[in-house]
């Protein structure tokens, strides 16, 4: 299986472990990581069977003026943002320990403004790739009814009603 993690983060795989398919021909991805999952499973001319993306990034409902925040507010003080970032991430839980990394403005910058499209999911589907998303009804850094509703005439979309970004219920 090949996993790629959401912005900021190492090793985060382990928060999906119940859902993850441990197989050679699973590629899978979080949040910021699902765009270069998706891309990976699109450009690969290896053998995959499933694409799972958790709680992929979906900002294409946000107004530009949001992004442009979220890229001020980087540049401004990246370490305070990411901070910030992870809280939202794990609300309304209490934040979890997290290997982490500084990301890039560029990163960033192309997690916000990424658009989902039929093309990219339609050539995902045309080479024999099952596609599942896992969304989180209660997440606070995407729009979880948007993404669920764009993604439902490609994938199997399991929605978790009570779920953060990281799909974890609090107690």
């Known amino acids: 299986m090949i996993f790629y993690s959401g912005f900021s983060l190492v090793n985060d795989q382990h928060f999906f472990e119940s859902h993850l398919i441990h197989s050679d021909y699973t590629v899978a991805g979080f949040s910021y990581g699902a765009i270069k999952a998706a891309r990976y499973a699109v450009d690969s001319l290896t053998r995959i069977d499933t694409l799972q993306l958790f709680s992929p990034a979906f900002f294409q409902t ?5 992004k442009r925040l979220q ?4 540049v401004s003080d ?3 943002y990411r901070e910030k970032f992870i809280q939202g991430c794990f609300a309304p839980c209490d934040v979890q320990n997290l290997e ?3 990301g890039t403005i560029e990163e960033l910058e192309e997690l916000l403004y990424f658009g989902w499209d039929e093309l990219l999911l339609q ?9 599942e998303v896992y969304l989180g009804m209660k997440d606070h850094i995407i ?6 509703d ?11 009603p009570r779920a953060n970004h ?4 609090c107690t």
Do not use: H, P, W
Request: aromatic share 14%; proline share 0%.
């Open 62 to 66: 946000k107004k530009s003026s949001f």
């Open 71 to 74: 890229l001020s507010a980087f």
């Open 78 to 80: 990246a370490q305070n």
């Open 100 to 102: 982490m990394k500084m």
């Open 123 to 131: 050539k995902i589907l045309d080479k024999g790739i099952r596609i």
């Open 143 to 148: 729009d979880a009814s948007a993404a669920r």
């Open 150 to 160: 764009f993604f439902l005439d490609y994938a199997t979309v399991t929605v978790m």
């Open 166 to 169: 990281f799909l974890q219920e």
